[in-house]
Nanobody
């Protein structure tokens, strides 16, 4: 069974850091272009970044660029999201997602990803 499971969410004060992880089962994350999304209450799920299979640069949404870093840990079959200098507006449910097999470049669209985790909650207090 193909599955993505996020972990690492929690509560943190503004200015703090958290690292989210996305662990795959039934698929090798090293073989997929992977993305991170988040969804604030009452809002649409938004793309925040992705790491392409093509080996090109990791891409980020402007509001998280220079604060968030996406990386792979292939030995653990894990995708990580390091979040620094967190702000209250970063409060959201965070999701990892995989593009279909063979798609080597990033997509900023939710429809570009076909396998999703259940999400992990991040709360940032001021």
């Amino acid at each position: 069974q193909v599955q993505l499971v996020e972990s690492g969410g929690g509560s943190v004060q503004a200015g703090g850091s958290l690292t989210l992880s996305c662990t795959g089962s039934g698929l090798s994350l090293a073989s997929y272009t992977m993305g991170w999304f988040r969804q604030r209450p009452g809002e649409e799920r938004e793309w925040i970044g992705c790491i392409p299979l093509s080996g090109g640069q990791t891409h980020y949404e402007n509001s998280v660029k220079d604060r968030f870093t996406i990386s792979r840990d292939n030995a653990k079959n894990t995708l990580n999201l390091q979040m620094n200098r967190l702000k209250p507006e970063d409060t959201a449910q965070y999701f990892c997602a995989a593009r279909p097999s063979g798609y080597i470049d990033c997509s900023t669209f939710r429809s570009g990803y076909t396998t999703w985790g259940q999400g992990t909650q991040v709360a940032v207090s001021s």
